[in-house]
T-cell receptor, first 114, second 112 residues
Framework: NAGVMQNPRHLVRRRGQEARLRCSPMKGHSHVYWYRQLPEEGLKFMVYLQKENIIDESGMPKERFSAEFPKEGPSILRIQQVVRGDSAAYFC????????????FGPGTRLLVL | GQQLNQSPQSMFIQEGEDVSMNCTSSSIFNTWLWYKQDPGEGPVLLIA?????ELTSNGRLTAQFGITRKDSFLNISASIPSDVGIYFCAERTQGGSEKLVFGKGTKLTVNP
């Protein structure tokens, strides 16, 4: 019973390039959350998605960042024209349908922008 | 916005010692969660608390949801080297996204 999968685990990009981070939720889970963690900090919420819908994107920067969770396939967090300040660990979590359902986290993608 | 104050920021202890860390909130919430993060990994849920005054144990871990609903503590008894990691408190927002708000973490080092 696979947990939340994220790939790549590490990603290096030069300033101005695009970064695509993928997340496959646990089997049977239809809720996906993305969080960002800066060094020595806690996780900060970015966006909450259900299949084909963005439910809450209040934590997403207004520009360059986008997320999707298509009907088929993984959820994608896309960062266009990356800058050094985007360097961080990006975590995906998934949960099921029930109220108070636990969010299970993936191992994260560590993005380094040179 | 919601703020969680977690303390201490770091702890250095000897194997076998007990550990206590706590978290306070500027707002009242209905859920307190405690996570542990190992280096290079994602957070793993340790204990979830849903009622004011609730005291819950998970092996050597014990956590309590404060009566005021604005604080929580986590105790680890008889620490062992594998307890090393960063411990985060988190709250779940209500009504809608159920997103989590995390504290800044307590980094625990256990000397054998």
């Amino acid at each position: 019973n696979a947990g939340v999968m994220q790939n790549p685990r590490h990603l290096v990009r030069r300033r101005g390039q695009e970064a695509r981070l993928r997340c496959s939720p646990m089997k049977g889970h239809s809720h996906v959350y993305w969080y960002r963690q800066l060094p020595e900090e806690g996780l900060k919420f970015m966006v909450y998605l259900q299949k084909e819908n963005i439910i809450d994107e209040s934590g997403m920067p207004k520009e360059r960042f986008s997320a999707e969770f298509p009907k088929e396939g993984p959820s994608i967090l896309r960062i266009q024209q990356v800058v050094r300040g985007d360097s961080a660990a990006y975590f995906c979590a998934s949960s099921g349908l029930a109220v108070k359902e636990t969010q299970y986290f993936g191992p994260g993608t560590r993005l380094l922008v040179l | 916005g919601q703020q969680l104050n977690q303390s201490p920021q770091s702890m250095f202890i000897q194997e076998g010692e007990d550990v206590s860390m706590n978290c306070t909130s500027s707002s009242i919430f209905n859920t307190w969660l405690w996570y542990k993060q190992d280096p290079g990994e994602g957070p793993v849920l340790l204990i979830a608390l849903y009622k004011a005054g609730e005291l819950t144990s998970n092996g050597r871990l014990t956590a309590q949801f404060g009566i005021t609903r604005k604080d929580s503590f986590l105790n680890i008894s008889a620490s062992i080297p594998s307890d090393v990691g960063i411990y985060f408190c988190a709250e779940r927002t209500q009504g809608g996204s159920e997103k989590l708000v995390f504290g800044k973490g307590t980094k625990l080092t256990v000397n054998p």
